[in-house]
């Protein structure tokens, strides 16, 4: 069920703002809610056309507060459906030198109240290498990457629950996660032929790891002031590892510097 943006920005934002994760100006003055706005966006898969032969399109998606929903499928470099009833906030969708950029143009001058509505619904084409990295300050999400071809993914959350889906995905080598306030859930059970790194700092709330089962994982767990459980992984020293650490050509690290919170690392 859709949660109103305005339950999600009264309570994500303040405390986005007391973890000094997210900047908002909270001034008196406010954007005004209008009418809903329907609006579909494509970026044609011949505009890579300029991208060298091995570089990677770098994909950077801002989002200050709203829903967001990426996927993949798309016949197109990105398909899009954006719903928005505050003009000021119309997406910014721009695509120069290999680069491609989606974005709220400000969360300045929020307006608190449910009747709120801005949702981000991309696809992006299956089969283009990218490097791609989402700043999200307050909001929800679902990011399901495993059919692309990612090769790095970098986020940095404010407050909100995301999901982060990298099941089948056979491309990543790094993965970068800064978290604010939430629930953050992470599925890493992908089909990697090489090691992958995956880096998760920070965080007040509950953090979810999901761990293959057919390569080596090792879970290096920093837990500060929280919790960690554990399924199917036996624990050497600070680290969590499975049956095949230490015997399979291919290994995830993992590395988790949890903040105040519980951390689950499932493994079975």
Do not use: H
């Not at 100006?25 to 970026?43: C, M, N, P």
């Not at 490097?131 to 990612?150: K, M, P, Q, T, W």
């Not at 929280?226 to 624990?235: D, F, P």
């Amino acid at each position: 069920m859709r949660k109103t943006m305005g339950a999600i920005i009264a309570v994500l934002i303040l405390m986005s703002v007391g973890c000094g994760t997210v900047n908002v100006d909270v001034g008196v003055e406010r954007a005004q809610v209008g009418e809903l706005q329907r609006e579909s966006q494509v970026v044609e898969l011949s505009s890579i056309d300029d991208l060298e032969d091995g570089a990677d399109l770098r994909v950077l998606v801002t989002l200050g507060a709203g829903e967001l929903d990426v996927d993949g499928g798309a016949e197109e470099l990105m398909e899009a459906e954006f719903s928005y009833n505050i003009l000021e906030w119309a997406p910014e969708v721009e695509y120069e030198n290999g680069r491609l950029r989606v974005a709220q143009p400000s969360s300045r001058n929020m307006p608190f109240n449910e009747s709120v509505r801005y949702e981000w619904d991309l696809s992006f084409n299956d089969t283009v290498p990218m490097l791609f990295r989402a700043e999200i300050g307050a909001g929800s999400g679902n990011l399901d990457l495993g059919s692309l071809l990612v090769r790095t993914v970098d986020l940095k959350l404010g407050a909100g629950d995301m999901t982060v889906d990298l099941n089948g995905n056979r491309t990543l080598e790094r993965l970068d996660a800064d978290l604010g306030a939430g629930q953050f859930d992470l599925d890493l059970r992908g089909e990697w032929e090489q090691d992958v790194d995956a880096n998760i700092r920070g965080g007040l709330g509950e953090t979810t790891i999901r761990l293959p089962q057919n390569i080596g994982v090792r879970v290096r767990v920093d837990k500060g002031l929280g919790s960690v459980n554990t399924q199917g992984l036996t624990r050497e020293g600070n680290d969590y590892v499975n049956s095949l650490y230490g015997e399979s050509p291919v290994t995830l690290y993992v590395n988790v510097q949890a903040g105040i919170g519980e951390v689950s690392l499932i493994g079975e």
